[in-house]
């Protein structure tokens, strides 16, 4: 199993981002995926789920409304748009297979003018 994202970087207030986490060494359909983030000194904390086979959806109080995860199946990719962006949510982001335990080495986003 491999997890790769992308997309992590400098932004200023009020911007958007788009993460990405491509997957590889499993059948990527048939697992919900999360993303989660860990601001230093912390431990992670999930933002955002998505289940297989649909597309049904979850996302943390503190991003509601801002942010939206997606998956895109042929690409075994899950994606996490970011808008609207804090300088609180600055944080590493890192995308997971639920039930496989798997997660990616992660990505950064720092928020900041």
């Known amino acids: 199993v491999q997890l790769v994202e992308s997309g992590g970087g400098l932004v200023q207030p009020g911007g958007s981002v788009r993460l990405s986490c491509a997957a590889s060494?499993?059948?990527?359909?048939?697992?919900?995926m999360s993303w989660y983030r860990q601001f230093p000194g912390k431990g992670r904390e999930l933002v955002a789920f998505i289940m297989n086979g649909g597309g049904k959806s979850t996302h943390t109080d503190s991003v509601k409304g801002r942010f939206t995860i997606s998956r895109d199946d042929a690409k075994n990719t899950v994606y996490l748009q970011m808008n609207s962006l804090k300088p609180e949510d600055t944080a590493m982001y890192y995308c997971?297979?639920?039930?496989?335990?798997?997660w990616g080495q992660g990505t950064q986003v720092t928020v900041s003018s």
């Open positions: 060494g499993f059948t990527f359909r048939r697992y919900g």
């Open positions: 997971k297979v639920e039930v496989l335990n798997y």
